[in-house]
């Protein structure tokens, strides 16, 4: 009778052939799996440092054509106000050429932008920059100073110290000199005309007689010095920073906020933070997008800063120990 035993008998390869067709599988699936784990994800990213690397060169870029953009008829006039361009917008009007992250990929045209908000004496400038893989800004302080090349540039406390100088010339007294040229008549005609015992003139008394010589006398009243004035500023005091408060979502659209350390008028510093999430659903599927939070933390002003000046001579050692510096200013 023909069985299974005699069939298994009879092919003997069959069953090895389905065994080593089950372990190459096997092998495969082994191979791929330490494949992926052992290759990056994407070797067409470069490194973390390169990455930093070209996206600190994209925002200086866009810094720059800040600079080219604002100029004095496109300045916020009224303090707190603030004009803002998005990088689609500098990249149409030809502020800036297109660019792309160290990987290949466009920046947000939308989420990228230049912002310039008006302070009591100077400007604010933001300049944030959101790629796929990093979003950053940089804030600092710009003016109409006399040394920019354009309406606005960033503050050269070193070239302010050079015109400080210059205006710090060494003091001149102004003297107005009257020279005395009146003779006296009666002396010279005295002297010209005196004769001694013998009958002849003395010509060396009468030559005498007629020479003056005293210095050109000087009025006192015409004496002018230069007063300089001087000035010491007193920083405000604060208090300490409180904590960060927890993350919330961004609705109102906070501006990321860092406050100088003399500034008096600001008592609250705001940070950012953006990822992706889960929104809802579509059709089945997940939609995900891009949500805003932000943190702040508030100190209090414990004590408001002072200017004050006085008026002295050049060089009073007395006010510059005690910390009073020259403005420039004479009289």
């Given at each position: 009778m023909y069985t299974e035993e005699n069939a298994r008998g009879r092919f003997p390869f069959r069953d090895i052939l389905l065994k080593a067709i089950v372990v190459i599988i096997f092998l495969v699936l082994i191979i791929f799996i330490i494949t992926k784990l052992t290759n990056p994800t994407n070797s067409n990213k470069k490194s973390s440092s390169e990455y930093d690397k070209v996206f600190s060169a994209n925002l200086e870029s866009m810094e720059n054509a800040a600079f080219e953009y604002f100029t004095k008829d496109r300045l916020p006039k009224e303090v707190g106000d603030n004009t803002e361009l998005t990088l689609r917008e500098m990249v149409n009007s030809n502020f800036l050429e297109a660019f792309t992250d160290a990987n290949g990929k466009s920046c947000d045209v939308n989420e990228s932008y230049i912002r310039l908000?008006?302070?009591?004496?100077?400007?604010?400038?933001?300049?944030?920059?959101?790629?796929?893989?990093?979003?950053?800004?940089?804030?600092?302080?710009?003016?109409?100073?006399?040394?920019?090349?354009?309406?606005?540039?960033?503050?050269?406390?070193?070239?302010?110290?050079?015109?400080?100088?210059?205006?710090?010339?060494?003091?001149?007294?102004?003297?107005?000199?009257?020279?005395?040229?009146?003779?006296?008549?009666?002396?010279?005609?005295?002297?010209?005309?005196?004769?001694?015992n013998s009958g002849y003139n003395n010509s060396s008394n009468s030559n005498t007689g007629s020479t003056n010589n005293n210095p050109p006398a000087q009025s006192n009243e015409n004496q002018k010095t230069t007063m300089y004035e001087y000035m010491k500023v007193t920083n405000p005091t604060f208090s300490a920073w409180s904590s960060w408060s927890s993350w919330a979502r961004n609705s109102n659209r906070y501006s990321a906020i860092k406050c100088n350390n003399t500034d008096a008028n600001c008592l609250k510093e705001i940070q950012l933070?953006?990822?992706?999430?889960?929104?809802?659903?579509?059709?089945?599927?997940?939609?995900?997008?891009?949500?805003?939070?932000?943190?702040?933390?508030?100190?209090?002003?414990?004590?408001?800063?002072?200017?004050?000046?006085?008026?002295?001579?050049?060089?009073?050692?007395?006010?510059?120990?005690?910390?009073?510096?020259?403005?420039?200013?004479?009289?």
């Amino acid at each position: 009778m023909y069985t299974e035993e005699n069939a298994r008998g009879r092919f003997p390869f069959r069953d090895i052939l389905l065994k080593a067709i089950v372990v190459i599988i096997f092998l495969v699936l082994i191979i791929f799996i330490i494949t992926k784990l052992t290759n990056p994800t994407n070797s067409n990213k470069k490194s973390s440092s390169e990455y930093d690397k070209v996206f600190s060169a994209n925002l200086e870029s866009m810094e720059n054509a800040a600079f080219e953009y604002f100029t004095k008829d496109r300045l916020p006039k009224e303090v707190g106000d603030n004009t803002e361009l998005t990088l689609r917008e500098m990249v149409n009007s030809n502020f800036l050429e297109a660019f792309t992250d160290a990987n290949g990929k466009s920046c947000d045209v939308n989420e990228s932008y230049i912002r310039l908000t008006k302070n009591d004496n100077d400007y604010t400038l933001r300049v944030n920059l959101k790629c796929e893989d990093k979003e950053d800004y940089s804030l600092q302080k710009v003016g109409e100073y006399s040394y920019c090349d354009k309406t606005i540039c960033k503050r050269d406390s070193s070239k302010e110290k050079d015109n400080k100088k210059e205006e710090e010339t060494e003091v001149t007294k102004e003297v107005d000199i009257t020279e005395d040229t009146t003779n006296d008549s009666s002396n010279s005609s005295t002297n010209g005309s005196a004769t001694n015992n013998s009958g002849y003139n003395n010509s060396s008394n009468s030559n005498t007689g007629s020479t003056n010589n005293n210095p050109p006398a000087q009025s006192n009243e015409n004496q002018k010095t230069t007063m300089y004035e001087y000035m010491k500023v007193t920083n405000p005091t604060f208090s300490a920073w409180s904590s960060w408060s927890s993350w919330a979502r961004n609705s109102n659209r906070y501006s990321a906020i860092k406050c100088n350390n003399t500034d008096a008028n600001c008592l609250k510093e705001i940070q950012l933070y953006s990822r992706k999430e889960k929104v809802g659903t579509a059709n089945g599927k997940p939609v995900y997008a891009t949500v805003h939070y932000y943190s702040s933390r508030t100190r209090t002003l414990l004590s408001s800063g002072s200017t004050d000046t006085k008026w002295s001579t050049y060089n009073d050692t007395n006010l510059l120990n005690q910390g009073y510096t020259y403005t420039g200013n004479t009289r």
